[in-house]
């Protein structure tokens, strides 16, 4: 028994190493000088799709939402305006988006989409 154990978590480890990374990471404020790494592609990628998603959204959107909106814009902006990428990370990261468009769609639409309380 212990020995199938130890293999089934083998195989359950191996399984989480093969998946895809999806960790995103926002990159620094930068004049287009640097390679991003393939987080900070990816965040810019995806976020360029969440940001797509609502844009439509903003013609009847409150200032509140609206503000949020172009303060999203702004930051992305700052970190992906002007960028390098390798060739492999960015065909890595399309293919990623291309699998989740649907549910980063559905991201971009939900974060502009509530208005605060007051």
């Known amino acids: 028994m212990r020995l199938h154990s130890a293999a089934a978590v083998f195989v359950a480890l191996g399984?989480?190493?093969?998946?895809d990374d999806l960790t995103e990471t926002?990159?620094?404020?930068h004049t287009g000088d640097r390679t991003?790494?393939?987080a900070e592609l990816?965040?810019?990628m995806f976020n360029d799709t969440r940001i797509e998603a609502a844009r439509p959204?903003?013609?009847?959107a409150?200032?509140?939402q609206v503000q949020a909106f172009n303060a999203a814009i702004t930051e992305w902006n700052a970190g992906c305006r002007r960028y390098r990428y390798s060739r492999s990370d960015?065909?890595?990261?399309?293919?990623?988006?291309a699998e989740r468009?649907?549910?980063?769609?559905?991201?971009g639409k939900a974060r502009f989409a509530a208005a605060p309380i007051k």
Request: charged share 30%; proline share 5%.
């Open 15 to 19: 399984l989480i190493a093969c998946g």
């Open 26 to 29: 926002k990159p620094p404020e």
């Open 36 to 38: 991003l790494s393939r």
């Open 42 to 44: 990816r965040w810019c």
């Open 57 to 60: 959204d903003m013609r009847s």
């Open 62 to 64: 409150n200032q509140f």
């Open 90 to 97: 960015r065909d890595a990261v399309q293919r990623q988006q």
């Open 101 to 107: 468009r649907a549910a980063l769609e559905a991201e």
